[in-house]
Structure formats: C-alpha cells, structure tokens
C-alpha cells in the first residue's frame, strides 16, 4: 500500500512538498513516479488526500480508467442505469450538466480543494471516477463491498486521442512523436499503460463480482450487450417490462457520442476551468490510429503489449 501517512504532523503542505522531492520526475509530461506508476504531479495531493480520507460505502461505484479510454462515457452510463428510477429520459440530468458534473473524479473534483470533504450526504449508490491505477486506491475501495468498473482502450487508439487532445481554449495537441517514446517507456499519465492494465484485469479474475472489465471497443460493438452488463453487475438488473419498452436503448441512445457531443452541457463549460467539455468528444471512433501511427510505431506498441501481457489472459 503505497499510503502515505501524513497524520501529527504540523504542515501537511510542507510534507507534501518533501515528499515531492524524493519522487522521480518528469517536466513533460509533469509526473511523479508513486508507488510504481507516473502520475501527474498537478494531482498529487489530491491522490494522496483520496488515499487517505475516502471511506467506501457498500453501495458505491467506482468508475476506474485510463484517461482517453472512454471516461466520459462510461459516466454518462452508468450514472443513467443506475438512476433510472428517478427520472425519465427526457428529464435526464444529462440533458443539462456534464458528465463530468454528475460523477465527480477523485482527483479532479471530490479531493480537489479540500482535503477531506465529508461525502456522507450524496445519496446511494454514491458513483465516482478516478484514474487511479488499482494499487493506488484507498484501502476501503478495494475491502468494502464496493463495485469497481474499470474501462480499457486499445492502446493504439488510446495514446493518439491522449494526443489530440486539446483541454483548454487554443491550447495545442501533444505532437505524437514526441510522446511516442515516452508512452513506450510507460512514461504518461497514470502509465504504464500495460501495469494499469494489468492490476485491473488481475483484480477481475480474483474477484468478477468485484470490479468489472469492459472494453471500449466492446461498447462500440454491442452497446445493448455491454449495457445490460453494466446494469447486472452494479445490481440494477434490467426488467423484462423495461427491455420490452426500449429502455436499453433509449440510455444508449442518449449516451452515444453524437447525442452526448450535442447537448449544451458538453459545449461549453469546464471540469473544473482546467479541461473545456467539449474537448471530452472528438472522433469517438476504433481504429483512428491508422490516421496517425506509421505501421513501424504500431509494431512497436503491439510487440511491447504481447510482451507485457503474456500469460495474463489478457489480450490487446
Ligand atoms: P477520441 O479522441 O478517439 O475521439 P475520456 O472520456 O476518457 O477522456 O475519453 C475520450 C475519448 O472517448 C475520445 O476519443 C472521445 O471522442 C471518446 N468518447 C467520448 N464520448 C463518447 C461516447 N459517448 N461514445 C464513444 N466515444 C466517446
């Protein structure tokens, strides 16, 4: 457990900064090296205030990916599975907040400014989101009865949306060459992509009933299929009654990418003035690499995840 106890001590600041000191690091992308993975040093203390003060309830959900895998419309479904019963399509919540508004990151939005802020009055099923690879989680996520969900992405597609992606206003695109090597070597945020990967498909088959393994490309595949997934694993079955009324369809329906991509709440606005929301759609496509990655660079990623991968069961 890679906890770090900053208790009795008179400057948690100072500590903070202490501890900074001692981590290897990077200037780009700005991360620390904690606890075997490169995570970004902007939100260091908030995963480090999450580690510490988050009490996990039984009845919560824990959204866990990689950034650009997928995130924002993991979000969008699972919060409207779950609450379904509270309110009609046409009255989602969707149709007017963010994603990113209705399920909070850890790191981004619960822990962002305060340290311990109290949570005891969100209803359940409480449903949060993090980047946190599964190692890091607090220790009451991952011994509470808590459902974890954990979304991948083929990593091809990954590292080119996580280049494209622009967070804020006239701010340019990663230039994937540069970032080609550094993502090889694991150096990205929340990377290595294949040890992230790893601790949450080994979770998986330790303990299915506990954290769910999607894939983004599945979604793509057979929404209807993944959906209802979702749906029996939070403990929020489908009825047949709700099937025969279109149900499945109408959520994802209203979570597709140019549904969500259209809404007001997704053009404008912030999470937390750092990432616009629009800049959470772009192509929403499997397979774009092939419009960025040279067949050498894909051969590269590909050799390094069988590599990575091998003998796990999992396959990308
Ligand atoms: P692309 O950049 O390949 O288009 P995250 O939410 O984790 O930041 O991931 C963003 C990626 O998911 C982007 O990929 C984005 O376009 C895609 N995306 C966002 N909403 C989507 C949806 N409803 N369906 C499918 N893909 C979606």
Redesign the pocket.
Same mark, same amino acid.
């Given at each position: 457990n890679a906890t770090v106890e900053m208790e009795n001590k008179e400057s948690p600041k100072d500590d903070l900064h202490e501890l900074l000191q001692t981590l290897e690091r990077h200037v780009s992308p700005p991360v620390v090296k904690y606890g075997g993975f490169w995570v970004p040093e902007m939100v260091f203390r908030q995963i480090l205030s999450t580690q510490k003060n988050f009490k996990a309830q039984g009845t919560d959900i824990i959204l866990s !990916?990689?950034?650009?895998?997928? !995130? !924002?419309?993991?979000?969008?479904?699972t919060f409207s599975i779950a609450n379904r019963h509270l309110f009609t399509i046409d009255q989602s919540p969707l149709l007017t907040s963010s994603?990113h508004t209705l399920v909070p990151f850890f790191e981004f939005n619960v822990y962002w400014e305060q340290e311990n802020p109290d949570l005891s009055n969100i209803p359940s099923p409480r449903i949060f989101a993090t980047h946190m690879p599964f190692e890091l989680l607090p220790d009451s996520i991952r011994e509470s009865d808590c459902r974890i969900i954990c979304?991948c992405?083929n990593p091809l597609?990954?590292f080119?949306?996580?280049c494209? +992606?622009s967070p804020k206003e006239n701010s340019e695109p990663v230039p994937i060459d540069k970032n080609f090597d550094m993502f090889c070597q694991g150096i990205h945020f929340y990377g290595p992509f294949w040890d992230h990967m790893l601790g949450y498909w080994n979770a998986h088959l330790e303990n299915p009933r506990k954290v769910l393994f999607l894939r983004?490309e599945d979604? %793509?595949e057979d929404i209807t299929s993944q959906v209802k997934k979702i749906a029996e694993f939070i403990g929020f079955p489908f009825s047949l009654e709700e099937e025969e009324q279109g149900l499945i369809d109408h959520i994802s329906g209203l979570?597709?990418?140019?549904?969500?991509?259209s809404l007001a709440p997704n053009k404008t606005g912030s999470v937390n003035g750092i990432v616009k929301n629009s800049?959470? +759609?772009? %192509?929403?496509?499997v397979g774009?690499w092939t419009n960025y990655l040279t067949p050498a660079m894909a051969a590269r990623i590909k050799k390094l995840m069988d590599s990575k991968f091998e003998g796990s069961g999992l396959m990308y």
């Open positions: !990916t990689l950034p650009k895998s997928g !995130t !924002t419309w993991l979000k969008a479904l994603p979304m992405r597609d990954q080119v949306s996580y494209n +992606f983004y979604l %793509k979570c597709s990418f140019q549904s969500l991509r800049s959470f +759609f772009r %192509k929403g496509q774009d």
